[in-house]
């Protein structure tokens, strides 16, 4: 390989979330969902927040470092160079091509949705999800004064997961409903729709005039042997009720420069996000989070996305392997897309009479820092990063084996 994936990164004393998050009674402030310390004198392995445990591709840096040099920071205009590396980027990986007038800044997918979802419904309407759902989506939205009205994800007879269509269509009727929202791949089980699936999907909501706001933040990481579908490859009815997010933060660990853009060919659409969106005035990109993403999309950062996914598919296969063999009573579907791992743990915990909290707690105490599901609808999940190391990724399931399990 020509990038390194197996040093762990020191990411202590550098604000990271992942390891300098973890609560601390001597701390004021704590985030909500962080774990605690462990209590068996060991380290930490980070495996709950949703970045990546990885430095990034050296091009980046690179590039915000050369910006930096120059010592003015001022007003600036957006260069045609970042519309161009979004538009190369979507032709190159997912062979759909956009218009340069579809794109827009948005200062986080979560802020971006909000803005959609406020330019179309007034607060107290309901949105249509599919659940497990994420949990940034809950909270955004009922945040903002929103409902939201659940559709449980099915698994088929090989494990995995599928839209119930049937269900979404008894509640877009019963619910009068007119905006739904797509995660696509899905967050938190990792599935990648098939064309047929969303095809299926979006007549659905042609049916009921659903304006469909998706998520494609995790659509760069796609695992060997599955197709990211973007829904706006679907004709010219999808590109019409479709708003799309994009980011380069999931797929090279760049969640704390800020900076995500939409993608909406309906002008009227277009118009009332851009409208909400810079009614306040806060939604501005940053100028090195900007060169940051020209280097993403970029042929270095390419060739290093493409290492990665070979990475994460290894350690996907390891994780599969050694839950079966080693954590009774917990099952996956395995995960197509992104790097994060939904655990179903329920035959465990009723076989022990045990709680998820009491599991997730069981984790802590060992260093096995992972999330629980709850939170994303899971009663009996947990949710698992496994964008580090193997060799940490090992060390995590020998704890597990015998410390947790």
Not at 61 to 89: C, F, M, N, Q, V
Not at 206 to 232: F, N, Q
Not at 284 to 302: F, N, P, R
């Amino acid at each position: 390989m020509n990038f390194d994936f197996t040093t762990m990164l020191e990411r202590h004393g550098k604000d990271a979330l992942a390891v300098d998050g973890l609560r601390d009674n001597n701390r004021e402030r704590n985030f909500a969902f962080s774990p605690s310390k462990p209590t068996n004198g060991k380290e930490a392995i980070p495996l709950w927040v949703a970045d990546m445990n990885f430095a990034t591709s050296p091009a980046i840096p690179e590039a915000i470092i050369e910006r930096a040099k120059h010592p003015a920071y001022g007003y600036y205009a957006t260069p045609d160079a970042w519309y161009d590396a979004i538009l190369s980027w979507h032709e190159r990986r997912n062979h759909v091509r956009f218009d340069r007038s579809w794109i827009g800044y948005e200062n986080g997918v979560l802020g971006g949705l909000m803005s959609a979802v406020r330019s179309l419904e007034a607060p107290g309407s309901r949105i249509l999800v599919n659940s497990p759902t994420y949990i940034g989506f809950t909270n955004a939205l009922t945040g903002g004064g929103y409902r939201l009205v659940t559709s449980e994800l099915q698994k088929d007879s090989d494990g995995i997961f599928r839209m119930d269509l049937a269900d979404m269509e008894e509640k877009l009727q019963k619910y009068h409903i007119h905006t739904a929202i797509c995660c696509s791949p899905h967050n938190p089980t990792g599935r990648v729709w098939e064309r047929q699936e969303l095809e299926d999907m979006m007549a659905l909501y042609r049916k009921y005039d659903v304006t469909v706001l998706c998520d494609e933040i995790w659509s760069d990481l796609i695992l060997p042997g599955y197709t990211h579908t973007p829904l706006l490859s679907l004709g010219e009815d999808a590109r019409n009720r479709t708003i799309a997010f994009y980011a380069p933060s999931k797929t090279y660990n760049l969640a704390g420069l800020i900076g995500s853009y939409h993608v909406i060919p309906n002008p009227a659409l277009r118009d009332r996000v851009y409208r909400e969106s810079m009614r306040t005035g806060y939604n501005h990109q940053c100028v090195l989070s900007m060169h940051a993403l020209i280097a993403a999309y970029g042929k270095t950062s390419e060739a290093w996305l493409e290492e990665l996914k070979t990475v994460l598919n290894a350690n996907v296969d390891f994780a599969m392997e050694e839950t079966k063999k080693h954590l009774p009573g917990v099952s996956i579907s395995r995960p197509q897309g992104t790097y994060m791992l939904w655990e179903d743990a329920g035959e465990y915990l009723r076989d022990h009479n045990l709680t998820l909290g009491d599991l997730v707690q069981k984790g802590w105490d060992a260093g096995v820092d992972w999330q629980s599901g709850e939170a994303f609808h899971g009663k009996t999940h947990i949710r698992l990063n496994l964008a580090l190391p193997t060799a940490k990724l090992q060390e995590a399931y020998q704890r597990m084996e015998t410390e947790v399990f």
